[in-house]
């Protein structure tokens, strides 16, 4: 079961207006198209996706009475890697005490905490793991292209975490469906960089290491199977709109979010949306919400966790929620 979540943005914040000053762009332009209003960004030299990690994780521990010694295992999903090696999960778990415990990172681009989430979880369900620590990380601003407007004022910088652990009651992750298609791979990428194209001073020109994004594609295919795999979710386990307590979307798009809510069935209400204030932080959106709720949410509490991302990868999971929050 989730027995807490906690979650870490950076100070700086990069509001739509700031962002005229770049491109050509304004904050109504923003706005109707994403919902977004502002994001924040990670500033500093020797600034990786670890630092966010580790002030997440540090404020989990806090949270749960976990000793750093406990923690068996800590899950890092993330895009953007402190470096290609050592895994990202493992300096955070030098940098929060977590000794006893083994990692290793998880790229599924934007569904990579979906998938951590279900690891996780299964880590835990062969009995031998007692605390699972998942993090979803990403400084998506070290890899945006800051002249291109169409994909830079998407994208944010933060984190967030959930600890797992085994419990005898009917709570946590009671069903998941997780896809991916490798069609995807032209519409979403970052060109250069890994083995295929290594980073030379002809990559760096031509401006190979930040995101390429195909929108009007990805949006058609994001729309389509998340929602198709949240709806899947909840007629597999027979879940009426008012048995749901909250639709937790990947905040990528307010139209997608949308999309996916009718699809389901629920009202404005029932959806965790905080896209406005962070922008699209890949693998730390989903986190970041049930952070931003957590006070709201209740034990036994319905929660149906979409996403979509770059590959394409997708997938819905069906969270019964562990705790009263205090």
């Not at 009917?170 to 990428?189: F, K, M, N, R, T």
């Not at 389509?224 to 899947?232: H, L, P, W």
């Not at 699209?280 to 979509?308: Q, R, S, V």
Request: net charge negative; aromatic share 8%.
């Amino acid at each position: 079961m989730v027995s807490g979540v906690h979650g870490y943005v950076p100070d700086f914040v990069m509001d739509n207006k700031e962002w005229a000053k770049y491109v050509d762009t304004n904050d109504e332009w923003i706005v109707s198209r994403t919902g977004i209003k502002e994001r924040r960004f990670l500033k500093g030299e020797d600034q990786g996706s670890s630092v966010m990690g580790i002030e997440a994780v540090k404020g989990l521990l806090e949270k749960t009475n976990t000793a750093p010694e406990e923690v068996d295992l800590v899950l890092c999903c993330t895009v953007t890697p402190d470096m290609f090696f050592p895994a990202t999960a493992n300096i955070i778990a030098n940098g929060v005490g977590a000794k006893n415990a083994f990692g290793f990172d998880l790229n599924a681009a934007c569904s990579g905490f979906l998938y951590g989430l279900v690891t996780g979880s299964q880590f835990i369900e062969t009995g031998k793991y007692k605390k699972v620590v998942v993090v979803g990380a990403d400084k998506m601003s070290s890899i945006i292209d800051y002249n291109n407007r169409s994909t830079c004022v998407l994208f944010g910088d933060g984190a967030a975490a959930v600890m797992l652990e085994p419990t005898e009651e009917a709570v946590g992750v009671i069903d998941s469906e997780l896809q991916a298609d490798g069609v995807g791979e032209p519409y979403l990428h970052m060109k250069a960089g890994g083995s295929r194209r290594p980073s030379t001073h002809e990559t760096i020109d031509a401006n190979e290491h930040t995101i390429h994004q195909e929108g009007s594609t990805v949006f058609k295919f994001a729309v389509t199977k998340m929602a198709d795999v949240s709806a899947e979710i909840v007629e597999r386990n027979q879940l009426a709109p008012e048995e749901i307590s909250y639709l937790v979307p990947h905040q990528a798009n307010l139209r997608i979010i949308d999309a996916t809510r009718r699809r389901v069935g629920l009202p404005v209400e029932k959806v965790m949306m905080n896209i406005d204030r962070y922008g699209n932080t890949t693998n730390a959106t989903i986190p970041l919400c049930l952070w931003d709720y957590e006070k709201k949410l209740k034990k036994g509490d319905n929660l149906i966790l979409a996403a979509f991302g770059g590959g394409f990868t997708w997938g819905s999971v069906y969270l019964k929620w562990g705790y009263d929050s205090k």
